[in-house]
T-cell receptor, first 111, second 117 residues
Framework: DAKTTQPNSMESNEEEPVHLPCNHSTISGTDYIHWYRQLPSQGPEYVIH???SNVNNRMASLAIAEDRKSSTLILHRATLRDAAVYYC????????????FGQGTRLTINP | SAVISQKPSRDICQRGTSLTIQCQVDSQVTMMFWYRQQPGQSLTLIATANQGSEATYESGFVIDKFPISRPNLTFSTLTVSNMSPEDSSIYLC??????????????FGSGTRLTVV
């Protein structure tokens, strides 16, 4: 399984943008980049995913480097509810595969 | 996306006993996964459960300790056998459903918080 590297923790203020980085230098051409987050006392939930182009949805944006060896999850205006552990995960395009979780980034939002 | 109902949500069990955790999905899914999350840690995959075949276990997990059933495309159980305090964790099930393009989306249950005393 291709590995991802994320900072252990980050901190931001409410209503400010947050940029969560992820390095995946061994990514293959068939790997999608997925982001999931785990709120306290809940199972992980889907945030966003992408392959090569930048992606936007109602929750966040995903910026993917041109060489695909890194990506950044962008929360445009953080709220207290965004405090969670964020996981960057690679999953191959070839059918449903198991998700292998790294340690993730624990995001703290200050009021 | 699929909706998962996982039971029980929590339990306190005596060492040496077994607990069976149920995972019910509101739609038919091919692949189901069972994870363990030890206190303060990330999720670790226990096994992949496909309907009609034996579960595939990850390194460090064995069928005798974590037997899995997958009788149909909407249901699975994970049993934690002969429990010890080291088995105290949150156990989560997950399913993969086809998403946009050639990707799959993954939905997780809310977990079963197990405490072994």
């Amino acid at each position: 399984d291709a590995k991802t590297t994320q900072p252990n923790s980050m901190e931001s203020n409410e209503e400010e943008p947050v940029h969560l980085p992820c390095n995946h230098s061994t990514i293959s051409g068939t790997d999608y980049i997925h982001w999931y987050r785990q709120l306290p006392s809940q199972g992980p939930e889907y945030v966003i995913h992408g392959l090569t182009s930048n992606v936007n949805n109602r929750m966040a944006s995903l910026a993917i480097a041109e060489d695909r060896k890194s990506s950044t999850l962008i929360l445009h205006r953080a709220t207290l509810r965004d405090a969670a552990v964020y996981y960057c995960i690679l999953s191959t395009i070839q059918g449903a595969q198991k998700l292998v979780f790294g340690q993730g980034t624990r995001l703290t939002i200050n009021p | 996306s699929a909706v998962i109902s996982q039971k029980p949500s929590r339990d306190i069990c005596q060492r040496g006993t077994s607990l069976t955790i149920q995972c019910q999905v509101d739609s038919q899914v091919t692949m189901m996964f069972w994870y363990r999350q030890q206190p303060g840690q990330s999720l670790t995959l226990i096994a992949t459960a496909n309907q009609g075949s034996e579960a595939t276990y990850e390194s460090g997990f064995v069928i005798d300790k974590f037997p899995i059933s997958r009788p149909n495309l909407t249901f699975s159980t994970l049993t934690v056998s002969n429990m010890s305090p080291e088995d105290s964790s949150i156990y989560l099930c997950s399913v993969a459903v086809p998403g946009a393009g050639r990707t799959y989306g993954y939905t997780f249950g809310s977990g079963t918080r197990l405490t072994v005393v």
